[in-house]
């Protein structure tokens, strides 16, 4: 059996294969989620689907093996991106597991799950009890076995995705997706085909392997052949997808790419137009730009922590219209308040089609601050560093809602534990990129000891 603590992550399952995750672990898992969905809110059918993963089929199968096995049935989704997994689950009211390892490399393999409606399982919402069950065991029903059955939703998904938009305002602009062999290569055409716009598609096809470059857009580098491509063909969009084709990050017509940030005040602005006064969520490692144009547009921002659990549960208690992270995950109240990449994406395109200027000059509003970005050091004890780094702003503006926030005047920064490793993650933002770099340097020689404390490294 599995090593079920390494696996289980604290917002879904994650591991390499066969030495951490295999079909052994995947059944009863499986057996385990349908007992806990079974319990928690009387769930009689589980919906499954998968990436492009070739560990998927067998793991799949062998989960669904387990939850049949608690006298559920198991209703299978085959190929397909975590989002349409949520808008399956939110339009047919069951819970939900999907496969993937989202932008991990070929070698990992996971598990993402919600119960119906859409609603998030995390650590302190039911995966811990998941994770008990499975090492446990469950005895399996002493009825019949659950029936499997096949569901195909995929063109219902692509419905439901441009309904946030109105399809008649956009512009015929020319769009290349990059979608790094994982699942967008199924779903970005299928949304596409009834769009206005001209769409190329770079490495469509669904291979785990990930024969181009990893499926992980966050890291600029990977953003390089989409960026490339846009100046080639003279495109008006980038869109960069991840494996699992839930989050993306968008590029403008100079190949100049998008911050998270950015793209979270671009849609909450067209949120507003069509909501005016919303309510809109953005995590704390978000720009400041995100929270001054909700305020500007006439809407109410609120701060959350970092995660998507936590995000959809603040959603559902604020009646939230949108949210959006750094991570490029956006969230949407009328899409269960699961996250989407091509909702967003299809609002980013809407603002740009309305505003009539290329993108480059559309974002020049929302593009306030300097960013450093993720920065992670390994550190033998991440909270002792975390007191260490605070005492040395004595009369900062200080917070304690995930990690430590740190505000001096005109710049801040977020230093977060991981919540697996032994690391610490370093967010700072600043009013010009010299003072972020500065800014960056004094606070990790904090972090690393190198330099006593408040003294800063850079002139």
């Known amino acids: 059996m599995a090593d079920l603590d390494a696996i289980f992550k604290a917002y879904d399952v994650r591991g390499t294969v066969p030495d ?3 079909a052994e672990a995947c059944r009863a898992i499986g057996a385990a989620f349908a007992r806990f969905a079974a319990d928690t809110e009387g769930a009689t059918r589980i919906l499954v689907g998968r990436d492009m993963r070739p560990t998927g089929v067998q793991f799949a199968a062998a989960f669904a093996e387990g939850a049949q096995c608690q006298g559920l049935d198991v209703i299978d989704l085959g190929l397909c991106s975590t989002d349409l997994v949520y808008f399956a689950s939110g339009r047919h009211d069951a819970p939900g597991a999907m496969f993937t390892a989202s932008h991990n490399p070929a070698q990992y393999n996971g598990i993402k799950f919600c119960l119906s409606g859409a609603k998030a399982v995390g650590r302190d919402s039911g995966l811990d009890r998941i994770k008990a069950l499975a090492a446990a065991g469950v005895a399996d029903h002493l009825g019949e076995p659950g029936r499997f059955s096949v569901l195909d939703q995929l063109d219902a998904f692509a419905e439901h995705v441009r309904s946030f938009v109105d399809v008649t305002a956009l512009a015929p602009l020319k769009v290349v997706a990059d979608t790094a062999n994982g699942m967008g ?8 085909a009834a769009l206005p ?3 190329e598609v770079m490495y469509g096809e669904l291979d785990g392997s990930f024969p181009n470059h ?4 966050i890291q600029v580098e990977n953003q390089a052949d989409l960026r490339a491509r846009v100046l080639t063909t003279g495109a008006d969009v980038g869109l960069a997808f991840d494996g699992d084709a839930d989050r993306v990050f968008v590029v403008d017509e100079k190949g100049e790419p998008i911050s998270g940030s950015t793209t979270t005040a671009m849609v909450a602005a067209g949120v507003l137009e069509k909501e005016p006064g919303a309510t809109i969520l953005h995590n704390l490692i ?6 001054e144009i909700v305020r500007e547009r006439g809407g109410t921002p609120v701060r959350t922590q970092v995660g998507h ?6 959603m559902a208690d604020t009646g939230a219209a949108f949210g959006g992270e750094h991570s490029a995950h956006y969230y949407f109240r009328d899409n269960w308040r699961a996250d989407s990449g091509l909702i967003a994406a299809l609002h980013v395109l809407e603002q740009r089609s309305k505003a009539g200027v290329p993108l480059s000059e559309m974002r020049i509003p929302f593009d306030r601050y300097a960013p450093s970005g993720e ?7 991440p909270l002792a560093v975390i007191e260490r780094v605070a005492g040395a702003f004595p009369d900062a503006e200080v917070d304690r809602l995930d990690g430590l926030t740190v505000e001096v005047g005109p710049w801040w920064f977020n230093l977060r534990p991981s919540n697996t490793e032994p690391l610490l993650r370093l967010n700072l933002e600043a009013p010009t990129r010299a003072e972020c770099d500065a800014h960056v340097a004094e606070v990790l020689s904090l972090i690393t000891g190198s330099a006593p404390a408040g003294s800063p490294t850079t002139e």
Request: glycine share 2%; charged share 20%; hydrophobic share 45%.
């Open 214 to 217: 990893p499926a992980d857009p």
């Open 375 to 381: 920065i992670n050091t390994t550190v033998d004890d």
């Open 286 to 291: 978000c720009s400041k730009a995100v929270p």
């Open 197 to 199: 716009c001209e769409l």
């Open 309 to 314: 659990s936590i995000i959809k549960a603040v």
């Open 185 to 192: 290569g199924l779903v970005v055409p299928a949304v596409f």
């Open 20 to 22: 951490q995750i295999d």
